[in-house]
């Protein structure tokens, strides 16, 4: 792989393109599963962005999160409101994309399934282009 600056800035561009791509129907389950959650996942050490993030954010412009590591990491993430996530996807740490509880992964799994499936090759393809952003 060519690891000049340009290349990085294409890839983390293209895992932009993917994020948009998978959001709508994970946003689709959440709104479904998430209001009648007791066991809340957005604590806040799932909201910091780890170096692997920042390499991507950096790559498209976005502003770097500030260091806010004086937070208690088991309260509320920094970015919950009432509405939920107040970020977009992208922007998120990617384990928040990564992380499936099993109510949220039967609802996706119940869905129709051919949109299913178009679903999970979505994502595949997002978790392989993230993968490669490793390398640079
Ligand atoms: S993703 Fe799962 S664990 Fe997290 S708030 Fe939604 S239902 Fe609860
Ligand atoms: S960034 Fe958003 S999805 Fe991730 S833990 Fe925080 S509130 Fe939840």
New binding site residues.
């Given amino acids: 792989m060519n690891n000049t600056p340009d290349n990085l800035k294409d890839l983390a561009i293209e895992i932009r393109e993917a994020f948009y791509t998978v959001s709508p129907f994970i946003e689709k389950h ?1 709104a479904i ?2 209001p ?2 007791k ?4 604590k806040d050490k799932h909201g910091r962005h780890d170096q692997d993030d920042i390499k991507f954010l950096t790559a498209i412009n976005e502003a770097i999160p500030p260091d806010q590591s004086e937070r208690d990491e088991s309260g509320p993430c920094r970015y919950i409101n009432v509405k939920g996530c107040s970020i977009e996807r992208y922007l998120r740490p990617f384990r928040c994309t990564h ?3 099993d ?2 992964l039967h609802s996706l799994e119940n869905d129709n399934a051919k949109l299913y499936r178009a679903f999970v090759e979505y994502l595949q393809h997002l978790i392989s282009i993230r993968q490669k952003l490793l390398d640079y």
């Fill in positions: 959440t599963v998430c009648e959650c066991n809340l996942c957005c992380f499936f509880c109510p949220l």
